[in-house]
């Protein structure tokens, strides 16, 4: 039997707010891996106090559903990998304690269970993910150029919100208000900076449906 696809829904991001990913996914969008699909857009990790948890509950969602959670790398992902993985190269280390790094760390109770436990998750994450319709990635397609082109820094990093392609581009990365709209709709941004304001948001590209845990929508 062919799974008819109801609902194909892009999760901002996280950064550590735990208890607001649960009561999104579980709560308002009441996720059935059956009928519905499931995007995070990355940045799972920093910033908030739950980040193991919140590895931890994304990792189960997609084991238990494989073909229903897409995981997205981010650029605080591509921070952590590459303090992790430097060696003996400080400054990639205290880049990403700048960027709040330090409350991964916390989170996994030290660098070796850190090291442990997140370089195998991020590794099993993708950089983008595409449809007919849509391409989502975490952080954007500069403009004048596409997925073949693009730089793997550039759909981690670019915040120009400047796509010009045929397909509807979603992105995290760049926080905004409420979920926002550029280039006449071609590009949907969903970051809403949960980890701030306490609204962590998600967007269902079938029916043009927020989703939020706060009152921007």
Not at 24 to 49: A, C, N, Q, T, V
Not at 86 to 98: A, F, K, Q, R
Request: hydrophobic fraction near 40%; charged fraction near 25%; glycine fraction near 8%.
């Amino acid at each position: 039997m062919v799974l008819v696809l109801k609902r194909q829904i892009a999760v901002g991001d996280i950064h550590g707010c735990f208890d607001l990913l649960t009561v999104l996914i579980e709560k308002i969008i009441g996720f059935s891996p059956h009928e519905d699909m499931l995007i995070f857009m990355g940045d799972y990790i920093d910033r908030g106090m739950k980040v193991k948890e919140v590895v931890r509950y994304v990792s189960e969602l997609k084991e238990k559903s494989p073909d229903a959670v897409i995981l997205l790398k981010g650029n605080h992902e591509d921070m952590a990998y590459n303090a992790l993985t430097s060696g003996d190269v400080e400054e990639e280390m205290l880049y990403w304690l700048l960027n709040k790094g330090d409350k991964t760390i916390t989170s996994f109770g030290g660098r070796e269970q850190t090291k442990e436990h997140l370089i195998p998750f991020i590794e099993s994450l993708q950089l983008y993910y595409e449809t007919d319709t849509h391409i989502f990635v975490h952080a954007g397609i500069p403009y004048g150029k596409d997925l073949g082109t693009a730089t793997s820094e550039e759909l981690l990093w670019d915040r120009t919100l400047s796509y010009a392609g045929e397909k509807t581009l979603v992105v995290g990365h760049t926080p905004k208000s409420k979920v926002s709209y550029f280039n006449n709709g071609k590009i949907i941004c969903i970051d809403t900076g949960a980890y701030m304001t306490g609204n962590l948001s998600a967007y269902d590209v079938i029916h043009k449906k927020v989703y939020s845990t706060g009152a921007a929508t």
